[in-house]
């Protein structure tokens, strides 16, 4: 048996805005001469290994420890102003160049709920860059607790429940294995994996897991989602 969802729930950060550009621009453009000669991928590769050792910050914040153990590494300028300068500009990171349009066109088909472990304060300016697609959005200050944590899920799938949503009427769709797709896929519920860097390969800023989860759905645009859903062929599938 097979029937369209009837809502779409999406983490943001690296699914719908380019975090990882967000910050190369801050760095490439705010941290002098240094900044700027920072390669890409290496500077990827550091972050990745210290968001995988964890921190008891929410997210953005958590990006100030952060930044404050790289930037001697990547002989980056160092300060109160301009850690915590590295963590605001989480507000204005841009979106990918399909999210916008392919969100508006996905609102024409389906409730669409954010579930992101961002703070409120930075989703806020994520939401506006996004042009506002979202019928509700559930922050980690609202669940209290961040992906992967199944609680997360809990949380929102509560809130859908006033409209009637169940589980199996959700499509998840994200951008990271660690805290989305494996976990999803555990508890239940149909996930579409949108795989941003399968042109480039590797993990980038995301954390890294030893074996993929294989998702009910596989692209590496939102347009291709987006594409599926103007045909109406993105089903929910049952045995």
């Not at 959005?137 to 949380?155: G, H, I, Q, R, Y």
């Not at 994200?174 to 994996?193: E, F, K, N, P």
Request: charged letters at 25%; glycine letters at 8%; proline letters at 5%.
């Amino acid at each position: 048996m097979k029937r369209l969802p009837k809502a779409l729930t999406f983490d943001v950060v690296g699914t719908l805005i380019d975090f990882e550009t967000g910050m190369m621009n801050f760095i490439h453009t705010q941290c002098g001469e240094a900044g700027a000669k920072v390669e890409r991928e290496a500077f990827l590769s550091a972050y990745r290994e210290m968001r995988a050792r964890g921190e008891t910050l929410n997210f953005p914040d958590d990006l100030m420890p952060i930044y404050e153990t790289l930037a001697p590494r990547f002989g980056l300028p160092e300060g109160a102003e301009q850690i915590k300068a590295f963590a605001q500009t989480a507000h204005d990171w841009p979106a990918f160049p399909d999210s916008v349009d392919a969100l508006a066109r996905l609102a024409k088909h389906f409730k669409l709920v954010a579930m992101t472990n961002t703070q409120r304060w930075a989703f806020k300016g994520m939401e506006k860059t996004l042009g506002m697609p979202f019928h509700d959005s559930v922050t980690v200050d609202d669940a209290l607790c961040e992906k992967p944590d199944p609680e997360f899920f809990a949380f929102a799938r509560g809130r859908l429940s006033r409209d009637g949503i169940v589980k199996n009427e959700i499509l998840h769709v994200a951008q990271s294995q660690y805290h989305d797709i494996s976990v999803g896929r555990d508890l239940g519920y149909t996930v579409c994996w949108i795989e941003r860097r399968k042109a480039i390969g590797g993990f980038g800023g995301t954390i890294a897991v030893a074996e993929l989860t294989k998702p009910d759905y596989h692209f590496s645009t939102m347009k291709e989602l987006a594409d599926m859903a103007d045909r109406n062929e993105l089903f929910m599938i049952y045995d």
